[in-house]
T-cell receptor, first 111, second 114 residues
Framework: NAGVTQTPKFRVLKTGQSMTLLCAQDMNHEYMYWYRQDPGMGLRLIHY???????AKGEVPDGYNVSRLKKQNFLLGLESAAPSQTSVYFC??????????FGDGTRLSIL | KNQVEQSPQSLIILEGKNCTLQ??????????LRWYKQDTGRGPVSLTI?????NTKSNGRYTATLDADTKQSSLHITASQLSDSASYIC?????????????FGTGTRLQVTL
């Protein structure tokens, strides 16, 4: 039982490059979330999904896109990376009103 | 605007000592308050979750309190261990009837030393 798995764990990009972060959960959770964590700030919600095939914008969605084609996977895409997107990205999932389960993060640096 | 403020920002204590972390919030309407532990390089892990009617909840050596009137919560760690070194994040959930939104504090970084 792996819980929430994020890949890759680390990545360095150049400005303007694109990439996709993958989040996979094996707990059959309906809800999935993408957050970013920056120094001195609380976690901020980028996008979330309440079920397969559905996505919604969070607090800081600009510059990101997401897809939830399968219930267990939630993808976060950066179409044209910018230095302001340097951050640690966390994926989380939950069942009903239970606490969220978090992955261990993807550390992304954009030069 | 919903806000969650935590204090202190950082704390160093000797192994075996107790400590208390504080969380003040201005979130409305209030649904529940959660404390998470985040080890360095890892994702947050839930410690406790409390609703409006709960004043105290324990999880081993961790005891959380909630005063919904003053909008304050505390996390008390008893007999600290080196493995308690981590960031502790207070998270408050609102609920508007259609969806809930979480507001995260910036965390208290605790270091337990010998």
């Amino acid at each position: 039982n792996a819980g929430v798995t994020q890949t890759p764990k680390f990545r360095v990009l150049k400005t303007g490059q694109s990439m996709t972060l993958l989040c996979a959960q094996d707990m059959n959770h309906e809800y999935m979330y993408w957050y970013r964590q920056d120094p001195g700030m609380g976690l901020r919600l980028i996008h979330y999904s309440v079920g397969e095939g559905t996505t919604a914008k969070g607090e800081v969605p600009d510059g990101y896109n997401v897809s939830r084609l399968k219930k267990q996977n939630f993808l976060l895409g950066l179409e044209s990376a910018a230095p302001s997107q340097t951050s640690v990205y966390f994926c989380a999932s939950r069942y009903s009103n239970q606490p969220q389960h978090f992955g261990d993060g993807t550390r992304l640096s954009i030069l | 605007k919903n806000q969650v403020e935590q204090s202190p920002q950082s704390l160093i204590i000797l192994e075996g000592k107790n400590c208390t972390l504080q969380c003040n919030y201005t979130v409305s309407p209030f649904s529940n308050l959660r404390w998470y532990k985040q080890d360095t390089g890892r994702g947050p892990v839930s410690l406790t979750i409390m609703t409006f009617s709960e004043n105290t909840k324990s999880n081993g050596r961790y005891t959380a309190t909630l005063d919904a009137d003053t909008k304050q919560s505390s996390l008390h760690i008893t007999a600290s261990q080196l493995s308690d070194s981590a960031s502790y994040i207070c998270v408050v959930s609102d609920y508007t009837g259609t969806a809930s939104k979480l507001t995260f504090g910036t965390g208290t970084r605790l270091q337990v030393t010998l």
